[in-house]
Nanobody, 125 residues
């Protein structure tokens, strides 16, 4: 599976962005897709994840109520709608996928087998 993240940019605090994660290759399996982010000097942290079926989602407490994850399996896309952005949301955002994640593992970066390149989000104050 190949993943490609896009949609990052420079915005002001309070603005919105929508990130997209496009998948290609073996997409016949039912992958869980997660979004992670990494700010300079910090560890990669979990942002959100979604099961292949769509309705089951997870969010980090720091983004709950502001970010929404969704997927379009027909288009092989996963989206992260980010509203009310804050400067502390600035980071490189990565999408990742895995077929065999149990619920307790979706927030752990090392549990994902496939990663896309990152897309930079910068939020100015």
């Amino acid at each position: 599976v190949q993943l490609q993240a896009s949609g990052g940019g420079l915005v002001q605090a309070g603005d919105s962005l929508r990130l997209a994660c496009a998948s290609s290759g073996d997409t016949s399996s039912r992958y869980t897709v997660g979004w992670f982010r990494q700010a300079p000097g910090k560890e990669r942290e979990f942002v959100s994840a979604i099961r292949w079926s769509g309705p089951v989602t997870w969010y980090a407490d720091s983004v709950k109520g502001r970010f929404t994850i969704s997927r379009d399996n027909a288009k092989k896309m996963v989206y992260l709608q980010m509203n009310s952005l804050k400067p502390e949301d600035s980071a490189v955002y990565y999408c990742a996928a895995d077929r065999h994640l149990i619920n307790s593992a979706v927030r752990i970066p090392d549990q994902y087998d496939y990663w896309g390149q990152g897309t930079l989000v910068t939020v100015s104050s």
